[in-house]
C-alpha cells in the first residue's frame, strides 16, 4: 500500500458512547477508538475509579469501557499517571418530548485530556460538545457531552430451536442486529449462559442468551413488538419465550434464581411463584411458555460472560 499523502493527527474518534439511565444511575458505554483500543480502554477503566468523582464503578469489555455513574457532581483530584482522567459531572436533562438528555463532564492531563475532549466528540451518539478546556500535551482538557437519556432493557430469549434445526445465540444476535437499525434503539451486548445440562426436555446444549440494549422511552413498546415479531418469525421451536428486565441494577433475587435454574431443574410452577415474588420482571409467551424458564433464568448474567458460560457441576 502506497502510504504517501497520507495523513494522520492526534485525534482517533470513538466509535459510540451510549448513555442509559434509572433516573439516579448513569451506565455509560464507550466504544473506544476505531473499535481496536483495548489498552485505552484499560487505561480509563482504571483511571476513572480511581479518580472518583462520580464514577461508582468501570470495567472494561473488549475495547469498551461500562462505566457506572452517580447523577450529581463529585470533585475530582487529577494527578498525572495516578489519577489524570474522570467524570465530574452527570446531570438528566429534560426537553421538549418525553425523552431526556444526559450531560456528562469529563476531565484529563495530557493525552486523557485530548481523549476527553476531541475523541469523544466524534461518536455516534454525541448529540453536542462543549470544550471547556482544549487540553493536550501538558494541559488540561474538559468537555461535557451530551447523550439521548435511554432505558437500558435487558432481554432473556430461550427455546427458538428444535432437535437438528435452529441456534438461539445466533438468531437472537441477527435479532439484536436487526432492532439496532431502529431510530432510538442501541444494541450494547450478547450474552451466552449455560442452563441446566440435565434438564430433560432440553435441547442439544442447553444454553440461553441475554441481549442488552438502550431504548428511548418513546419507542420502548414499538421496540416490543418488532422483537416479538423477530421471534415469531425465526423461532423453530413451540416454546419460544422472552423476558424483560428495565434498569441497571439487578436485585439479589435474580441472582439467585439465576443459579438455581444453572444447576437444578426448575419447574413452570417454580418460574410462576418467582414471577409473582418478582413482578418488575415481564415474561412474553411467543410459541409456548417451556422457554420461559431459561429466558428469566439467563437475566442476571447478561454482563458477566465468563462465569454464564460455566457449567455446573
Known amino acids: 500500500m502506497d502510504l504517501d499523502g497520507v495523513e494522520v493527527g492526534p485525534v482517533s474518534p470513538f466509535e459510540r458512547i451510549v448513555a442509559v439511565t434509572d433516573g439516579t444511575l448513569v451506565q455509560l458505554y464507550e466504544d473506544h477508538a476505531r473499535g481496536v483500543c483495548r489498552g485505552a480502554a484499560a487505561w480509563s477503566a482504571y483511571h476513572y475509579r480511581r479518580s472518583k468523582g462520580v464514577v461508582v464503578d468501570s470495567w472494561r469489555d473488549g475495547p469498551r469501557d461500562i462505566i457506572l455513574l452517580e447523577t450529581g457532581e ?4 487529577l494527578v498525572p499517571s495516578f489519577s489524570p482522567a474522570g467524570i465530574r459531572k452527570v446531570d438528566i436533562i429534560d426537553t421538549d418530548s418525553m425523552d431526556k438528555n444526559i450531560r456528562i463532564e469529563y476531565a484529563g492531563l495530557a493525552g486523557g485530556g485530548v481523549g476527553v475532549t476531541l475523541c469523544r466528540a466524534q461518536a455516534k451518539g454525541v448529540l453536542n460538545t462543549e470544550v471547556i478546556e482544549q487540553g493536550g500535551g501538558d494541559k ?21 430451536d428444535k432437535g437438528g434445526q435452529g441456534a438461539t ?3 437472537a444476535n441477527e435479532i439484536g442486529v436487526a432492532l439496532d437499525t431502529m431510530d432510538g434503539v442501541e444494541y450494547l451486548n450478547h450474552t451466552l449462559v449455560q442452563l441446566y445440562p440435565k434438564a430433560p426436555t432440553k435441547t442439544t446444549n442447553c444454553v440461553g442468551t441475554v441481549l442488552t440494549f438502550g431504548v428511548l422511552p418513546s419507542i420502548e413498546q414499538q421496540f416490543i413488538q418488532n422483537l416479538t415479531k423477530l421471534l415469531e418469525q425465526g423461532s423453530c421451536s413451540e416454546d419460544t419465550s422472552f423476558s424483560l428486565f428495565h434498569g441497571i441494577i439487578m436485585p439479589d433475587a435474580m441472582h439467585d434464581f439465576a443459579y438455581r435454574v444453572r444447576s437444578e431443574l426448575v419447574t413452570l410452577e417454580d418460574l410462576d411463584q418467582f414471577l409473582e415474588q418478582n413482578p418488575y420482571i415481564k415474561l412474553h409467551i411467543v410459541t409456548g411458555r417451556m422457554g420461559g424458564i431459561g429466558a428469566v433464568g439467563a437475566l442476571a448474567f447478561a454482563e458477566r460472560h465468563e462465569d454464564a458460560v460455566v457449567p455446573e457441576q
Open 74 to 77: 463529585g470533585e475530582l483530584d
Open 140 to 160: 488540561l482538557g474538559r468537555a461535557s457531552l451530551t447523550l439521548k437519556a435511554m432505558k437500558k432493557i435487558t432481554v432473556g430469549i430461550d427455546d427458538t
Open 169 to 171: 445465540w445466533s438468531l
